[in-house]
Every structure is written in structure tokens, then in C-alpha cells.
């Protein structure tokens, strides 16, 4: 069975995360969601909450599963049994940090390869603040996010 780990903070998934996770898991037999619960960015949904958004948005995808984890990524990736831990790369901005991310999780566990791919160019721009700010400030965000998140977001921002 080839696993592999997509981790990230997920705060909500949006469209740029799901085209990822769709064509990485074509290519393993077993794609895990890995939430990460404690991180500086203090998320507006709680662990939970972001799980549940991944689980109702990728029903399509049977061969995925969302978990939480508090720690490091490699290790994780070692109790899991996955091979390789698949990242999301938008910009050349973004490389910097994913190499040096890479590179240090190669010296922790060499056994785990780290992998990156493009999203669909239509995605390129999309994270999960600029989705919030957006949402916040009572702009549309459907072609962003699945129904579901836009859904939670909006209670969110009324209440
Ligand atoms: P962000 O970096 O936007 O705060 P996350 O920490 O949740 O989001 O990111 C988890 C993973 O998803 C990272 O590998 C990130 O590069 C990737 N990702 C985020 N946004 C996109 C996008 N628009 N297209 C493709 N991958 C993305």
C-alpha cells in the first residue's frame, strides 16, 4: 500500500488544495489529510471543524482520510506507514521556505521523499486567508470553495 501525507493547516480547504489532493491521489493507493492542530497562524476553526470541511469536500476521492496531528510532519508520516509527504507550490515565493522544509525533513528522515506539485493556473493565486478576508468583508467566494465551506464561513463571519 503507497501512502502519502498532505499536511498543512487547512483553515479551510479551498479549491487550490482539493485539485492537489485530486491528482495526488491518483498516484498512491492512500492519500491522509494531516490537520495540523497548534501552529503560529491561530486558525479560525478549530482542528475539528477544519477535518470535517476536508471530509465533506473530498466524498468524491475514496481513497483519502483526514487526520490531526501536533508535531513533526516526518514522524507522523513514519507511524502512518506513508512513503512521501506531497506539497502544493504557487509561486516562486513559496519555494524558499519548501526547500528549506524539504531539505530538513530529508536530514530527519531520508526514507520520507517530499513531493510538490502546480495546481491548475486558475488556483495559482488562492490561499485560505486572502478566502477568509474575502468572506470577512462579505465578498463572493464561490468559485473558491466547495459549498460547504462557503457555508461555514458565512456563519462564521455573522455571528
Ligand atoms: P496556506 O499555505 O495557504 O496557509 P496550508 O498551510 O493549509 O495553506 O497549505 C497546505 C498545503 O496546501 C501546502 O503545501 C500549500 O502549498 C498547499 N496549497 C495552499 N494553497 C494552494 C493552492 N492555491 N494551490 C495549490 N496548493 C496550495
Given at each position: 500500500m503507497k501512502r502519502i501525507i498532505y499536511p498543512g493547516t487547512?483553515?479551510?480547504?479551498h479549491n487550490g488544495h482539493i485539485d492537489i489532493a485530486n491528482r495526488a491521489s491518483h498516484l498512491f493507493d492512500e492519500l491522509i489529510f494531516v490537520v495540523?492542530?497548534?501552529?503560529?497562524?491561530?486558525?479560525?476553526?478549530s482542528s475539528a471543524e477544519r477535518e470535517n470541511l476536508i471530509t465533506r469536500s473530498t466524498?468524491?476521492?475514496?481513497n483519502v482520510r483526514v487526520e490531526s496531528f501536533d508535531g513533526l510532519v516526518v514522524n507522523y508520516a513514519k507511524r502512518s506507514g506513508a512513503i512521501a509527504i506531497i506539497r502544493g507550490l504557487r509561486h516562486?515565493?513559496?519555494f524558499e521556505f519548501e526547500f528549506q522544509m524539504a531539505m530538513m525533513n530529508y536530514n530527519l528522515n531520508p526514507d520520507i521523499t517530499s513531493m510538490f506539485m502546480m495546481p491548475d493556473e486558475k488556483y495559482i493565486h488562492l490561499n485560505s486567508t486572502i478566502v477568509k478576508d474575502v468572506a470577512r468583508l462579505g465578498g463572493d467566494i464561490t468559485d473558491y470553495v466547495p459549498d460547504i465551506v462557503k457555508k461555514v464561513l458565512l456563519a462564521k463571519y455573522k455571528a
Open positions: 487547512f483553515d479551510p480547504i495540523a492542530i497548534n501552529n503560529e497562524k491561530e486558525p479560525l476553526l466524498v468524491h476521492l475514496t516562486v515565493s513559496d
